[in-house]
């Protein structure tokens, strides 16, 4: 079925009841039916803590992708979900702390680019800077590519958070 | 301040069946479960039936659940009682029969310690259930039993795992009946979209070459969606097939049904759905068994698919008009607007399409060659035929379940099914072993009706320590063994796809099944040859209490037609005469299973 058809990226977002089990039973449905995960991310985002959104970028054919919103929507503790790429325009970001380690003439180059990016410098030692940087996924992956040369040393990434642009909610 | 509760938990969890209107629950006993098993004893309106093996209990569960329409109840205990349940509970998963499995588990103290008889449960049982919970705190027992039971029987119905720890059983709980506004995120769609059923009409109206494929879930949806099919497809005139599932929702004997569509369908079921250029899907997921290659299937259709589950739609098979509803209120909501449509359908069209398949139908592709003389064999085909035949000429109310194989198969075909819920057979899974324990379900829920489980005689084997449940509750079930000595559709398939090489599916030292039943004080009786066949089928359907029936028949016999995997509808192998075909299977179907 999925023969000629293109893959695409989908950042979906998932509105759930926050129970015991509902990050394995989401998890569990991606890996049972080989559906990828590229990123997820998950909290709690109601007053009372009974909630959770779930930010999943994921990627496959229509198909495929019409059939993991159908899966996610069918579970018992899923309020509502949206296919964030598909019904408008949407801001995605992520963060990154970055670990560079280096002197001279590399660890200026690294300032010098952290502040092109807007890369907050949240720790430092002589020998090394620790880096935090927010945006969209892109954007993180150029940074850390320029970084690498450069002494990147360890990276930790939120995974993508995702919303819909103007009045429009999930 | 609610005053203190007074109950014990298990108290309320019988309360809580009770508010549900269960009657029965298949269980079986051990240390977890205990506080559960003395709220049972001190009580009389619920009735406990006990099974041999946990799995039965489920498949009990099943065959109540889908002969009646009402949730039925398993009660296991912790550890390996909730693993031999699994079985079972992918089983009604498969086929979306509302069960809500009881489990037991160790208190939550000692949840994750190891402890003796445990299990990660709900770990275990995620993804074999629609639903399951593990109940942490006393108070949120009563809420969770009745979420289970609506999650279980709605939408698209299944089993639900509720996990219990001895604690919570034990000390006390609070009592809450079922919430009156519903779940608050659990909403299943039931009426389809209007603009949808226009879509759909418009299609069905133009249509030159129509049909309907139907499955479960127009029988899961109830008796009502079964009637508005039977008056929809005589409206329309249209030619109707149906799933494995779906057997009996419309009944056999209407010429307009075209008999099982799929790799053991009819061809002309099979050739209808290949040549049609407008295809109304209910309640049926397009299944590998029905589709058979799915480059091939149906090329020629517009295809409107209904379904109470939108993940069943365009999963396999891309269609242009989805509909999202219950079986019963699209099928209203398609006579309404059928009605209400002043476009005429092509009635000169449908004739020709009907001549069409006449002609397919004249090729008899179920028929098989009896040798009637003294000491001949017996086909299998025969042997379903003729139990067919004598059990309409009682006049009571016949219920099949089956276990899987070519006898499933056969009986799928040579049975007919006028009426919905009284076919049992396990679909989707495929479990040997699934139909005597599913007709003990049957019996309990029908206690005057005939009740018989069409067996292989390796299928029997997989839960046969049942025949002691059925004994112990005086179950008259039927267990009609078609015995060929080989796991006969194993056999089919190493004969077609395989060379003959018939690797381990021979079965030697086969019990004394006549012996077999009188050690499980039942009654056994055996035909070996054709001029038996009607007096065994007589005795054992007059017999008092259970009763096996051994078959012996032709061990050579394969089911036909087939479409082997991996081909296309208008690919059909007919008869054993062009089987020679299967040897030409491509790489891509060997593959398949």
Excluded at chain 2, 312 to 318: D, E, M, Q, T, Y
Aim: overall charge negative.
């Amino acid at each position: 079925m999925q023969g000629n058809e293109g893959l695409r990226s989908a950042t979906i977002s998932v509105l759930v009841e926050n129970e015991p089990g509902i990050l394995a039973r989401v998890v569990g449905l991606f890996s049972g039916r080989g559906y990828n995960i590229d990123s997820l991310t998950v909290a709690p985002v109601d007053e009372t803590g009974r909630q959770s959104r779930i930010n999943i970028v994921t990627s496959g054919t229509e198909m495929v992708i019409e059939q993991i919103k159908a899966q996610l929507g069918r579970l018992v503790p899923v309020y509502r979900l949206a296919d964030l790429t598909r019904e408008g325009p949407h801001i995605a970001r992520e963060m990154a702390l970055i670990k560079v380690i280096g002197s001279g003439e590399k660890r200026a180059e690294a300032l010098r680019i952290a502040e092109a990016f807007r890369a907050r410098v949240i720790d430092a030692t002589t020998e090394n800077f620790i880096f935090e940087l927010t945006g969209a996924t892109d954007k993180l992956d150029a940074f850390l590519a320029l970084m690498r040369p450069l002494g990147l040393a360890e990276v930790s990434r939120t995974g993508v958070a995702a919303i819909a642009r103007g009045t429009r909610t999930i | 301040m609610s005053a203190a509760p007074e109950q014990s938990g298990a108290e309320v969890l019988l309360q809580a069946l009770k508010a549900e209107g269960v009657e029965v629950i298949f269980g079986y006993p051990g240390g977890a479960v205990l506080p559960i098993y003395d709220a049972i004893f001190h009580q009389n309106a619920i009735r406990h039936v006990l099974v041999r093996h946990e799995q039965g209990a489920v498949h009990a569960a099943e065959g109540y659940a889908r002969s009646t329409g009402r949730v039925g109840v398993v009660l296991v205990t912790s550890g390996p009682g909730a693993t031999n349940a699994v079985t079972g509970l992918v089983d009604a998963l498969m086929d979306s029969i509302p069960v809500v499995c009881l489990t037991g588990q160790v208190p939550t103290h000692l949840i994750g310690n190891d402890a003796f008889q445990e299990a990660d449960t709900t770990g275990i049982t995620r993804p074999a259930t629609k639903h399951n919970y593990l109940v942490k705190r006393p108070q949120d027992l009563a809420r969770i039993v009745h979420e289970a039971f609506l999650v279980a029987r709605s939408g698209r119905p299944g089993p639900v795992v509720i996990d219990l720890p001895k604690d919570i059983m034990i000390h006390k709980a609070p009592y809450a009946p079922p919430c009156a506004e519903g779940h608050p995120s659990y909403r299943p769609r039931t009426e389809p979209e209007p603009e949808a059923i226009a879509r759909a009409i418009a299609i069905l109206k133009a249509a030159k070459r129509p049909i309907v494929y139907t499955g479960g879930g127009v029988i899961n949806s109830g008796e009502e969606a079964a009637r508005l099919l039977a008056r929809f497809v005589r409206m329309t005139g249209f030619p109707c097939t149906s799933t494995l599932m779906g057997l009996g929702a419309f009944p056999a004997s209407d010429p307009r049904f075209l008999g099982m569509l799929g790799m053991h369908g009819t061809y002309e079921a099979n050739l209808a759905m290949h040549g049609a250029d407008a295809m109304l899907a209910i309640g049926a997921r397009f299944d590998d068994r029905v589709t058979g290659r799915l480059n091939a299937f149906s090329p020629g259709s517009r295809k409107i698919h209904a379904d109470i589950d939108p993940s069943s739609i365009n999963k396999n098979v891309p269609v242009e008009v989805p509909i999202i509803g219950d079986a019963g209120r699209v099928l209203a909501s398609l006579i309404a607007a059928w009605e209400a449509d002043p476009a005429a359908p092509d009635r000169e069209a449908l004739a020709a399409w009907w001549r069409e398949i006449d002609a397919w139908r004249a090729k008899e592709c179920l028929h098989f060659t009896q040798d009637f003389a003294k000491g001949a064999v017996i086909k299998p085909q025969h042997a379903i035929r003729r139990l067919y035949e004598i059990t309409q000429e009682l006049g009571r109310e016949v219920f099949i379940t089956t276990e899987v194989g070519q006898h499933q198969m056969w009986a799928a075909q040579h049975f007919r099914f006028e009426q919905p819920r009284h076919w049992m057979t396990s679909g989707g899974l495929g479990t040997m072993g699934y139909g005597l324990p599913a007709a003990i379900g049957v019996q309990i829920a029908h206690p005057e009706a005939l009740v018989i489980d069409i067996a292989g005689e390796a299928s029997i084997l997989m839960n046969i320590q049942e025949m002691s449940t059925a004994a112990q509750y005086r179950l008259p079930v039927k267990i009609f063994i078609l015995n060929n000595q080989y796991m006969g559709m194993v056999r089919q398939w190493q004969e077609l796809l395989h060379g003959g090489r018939y690797a381990e599916s021979y079965t030697a030292a086969l019990p004394d099944f006549v012996k077999l039943a009188e050690s499980f004080h039942a009654t056994g009786f055996r035909a070996e040859s054709i001029d038996q066949l009607d007096g065994v089928i007589r005795a054992m359907l007059a017999a008092d209490g259970p009763v096996i029936a051994d078959i012996a028949v032709d061990p050579k016999e394969n089911c036909f037609p087939m479409i082997p995997s991996g081909a296309a509808h208008n690919d059909m192998i007919l008869s054993a005469a062009t089987e020679g075909r299967a040897a030409g299977i491509t790489d891509p179907g060997l593959v398949l299973v």
